[in-house]
């Protein structure tokens, strides 16, 4: 098998969530420990830090990576879904995992894998594993796939948990109130092992609170003394946030909801720092050039590890910006900030795919703009002309394009240089977009 036939069976014969949604959805680990005890359970071979939560995930796993990256760590980094190329899902130190390795481990297992008949996130997750361990890295971020308690990243027992925060998606899955979902979020709180809380509410706090004392584990909340004290855009748009631990920092991520993520961030940091794993020492110039060289990983964090689609800057004039937003809780952030840009003119390339909840984030979307929905091409995408039929329920002005290079390419046409153009609504979208166009 060469690489590109590798790729094609494990999207094509495995059943894939992200392709096929419910279909590809795989509930349990049983699979999940035969593919770990097949490889003699590479993950216990390296510290590991484990990641949940609705929103957030990428960027704190990426942000935490970097700064990993800048102490001297060989870092793996394990997250979902990609945007462009499959390997951005398996990298170290930035550096995605090589086709000679995925193919080679695809050939190699093939015939263990027509028996098991596993997902394709539970192969992926036990390739991810594999690869850090043959590859020695120190530690490896890992990201939850789908809730926690079930996901089939949860065989790990970290160093350090982080859940973001809770909000409304994939309640078909993992329930329908705030309470269910935190639950499910929560199970990935080990014993002994400190969690850091990124944002709570009052259904969710007593959630994880009854969980860390059942597995009498610490629990950081991020919002408690959290560490961003005020922050400002600065003229080429980046954000510049003042923090009672690092001081400023300059931020390349521009989108409004990264500042409570900035919080998860340090506040994660600074537990490393407490467990030792992050430089914190009394001595005031090594302190200072540490912090130095944090300071710099966050304001490098897309070079470091390839972050890429959050409000993410592709073009000027007209600017063009993508993101990879999805949901009611991203877009109660990016409604507001895309309705708030001083831009005359803007242009809206928007698609969803058909589980999300669509008319939720229909009435977040602002008025004031002009529209062309589109389908990515994926089987979960809704159809640009039944999202363009809801939107214009919602008294959104608009039209429909067939495909993604199609719509962009009328969005283009519609704008002057001073306008504003912004691609986004599904990471398929988002990523079908970066591959055509950038």
Same mark, same amino acid.
């Given at each position: ?6 790729? @094609? ?23 999940? #420990? ?27 796993? $990426?942000?935490?990576?970097? !700064? ?9 980094? +394990?997250?979902?879904?990609?945007? !462009? ?7 170290? *130190? ?5 086709? @000679? ?5 695809? @050939?190699?297992?093939?015939?263990? &894998? ?14 991810? #594993? ?65 969690? !850091?809380?990124?944002?709570?509410? %009052? ?59 900035? *919080? ?23 302190? @200072? ?10 304001? *490098? ?48 390339? #928007? ?36 999202? +363009? ?10 039209? $429909? ?20 153009? &912004? ?8 990523? %079908? &977009? ?5």
């Amino acid at each position: 098998m060469d690489y590109n036939s590798v790729i @094609e069976y494990l999207f094509q014969c495995l059943p894939s969530f992200e392709q096929h949604g419910k279909d590809g959805y795989k509930e349990g680990l049983s699979n999940t #420990f035969e593919l770990d005890k097949h490889y003699g359970s590479p993950h216990r071979h390296y510290a590991t830090i484990h990641i949940a939560g609705t929103n957030g995930k990428g960027t704190c796993s $990426h942000s935490i990576a970097a !700064v990993l990256q800048t102490c001297g760590y060989r870092v793996g980094l +394990y997250t979902s879904p990609h945007l !462009v190329d499959f390997r951005e899902r398996i990298k170290i *130190n930035g550096q995605p995992i090589s086709r @000679e390795y995925v193919t080679s481990f695809v @050939e190699e297992g093939k015939a263990f &894998f027509d028996t098991l008949h596993p997902s394709f996130f539970e192969l992926t997750t036990a390739m991810a #594993f594999k690869y850090f361990k043959d590859m020695d890295v120190d530690i490896a971020i890992i990201e939850v796939g789908l809730g926690g308690r079930l996901d089939c990243t949860n065989i790990i027992t970290p160093i350090l948990s982080v859940i973001t925060n809770i909000s409304y998606d994939h309640t078909q899955y993992l329930g329908t109130e705030l309470k269910q979902i935190a639950e499910e979020k929560a199970g990935i709180i080990k014993p002994g092992v400190p969690v !850091v809380i990124g944002e709570v509410t %009052e259904e969710t706090k007593p959630v994880f609170e009854e969980k860390a004392r059942l597995t009498n584990s610490k629990i950081i909340y991020a919002q408690v003394k959290p560490g961003v004290v005020q922050f400002e855009k600065a003229d080429d748009g980046h954000f510049i946030y003042q923090t009672w631990c690092m001081g400023r920092i300059d931020s390349p991520l521009c989108g409004d909801y990264q500042k409570n993520n900035m *919080n998860t961030i340090l506040k994660s940091i600074r537990t490393l720092a407490e467990m030792g794993y992050v430089s914190d020492c009394s001595d005031a110039t090594v302190r @200072e050039r540490c912090t130095l060289e944090q300071k710099e990983a966050l304001k *490098n964090v897309c070079e470091l590890t390839g972050l890429q689609g959050r409000w993410q800057q592709v073009r000027t004039n007209p600017q063009v910006i993508c993101d990879t937003g999805h949901n009611v809780a991203a877009w109660e952030y990016l409604g507001k900030q895309i309705a708030a840009l001083p831009n005359k003119n803007k242009v809206i390339v #928007f698609g969803m795919v058909n589980d999300k909840d669509v008319e939720g984030v229909l009435q977040l979307l602002p008025q004031e703009a002009y529209y062309i929905f589109t389908s990515a091409d994926s089987r979960r995408s809704l159809s640009a002309i039944e999202l +363009y039929e809801r939107a214009m329920k919602h008294h959104l002005n608009g039209e $429909h394009c067939a495909s993604v290079k199609e719509a962009y390419n009328k969005a283009l046409s519609l704008s002057m240089p001073d306008d504003f153009i &912004f691609v986004g609504g599904s990471n398929y979208l988002v990523g %079908e &977009f970066l591959k055509e166009f950038c």
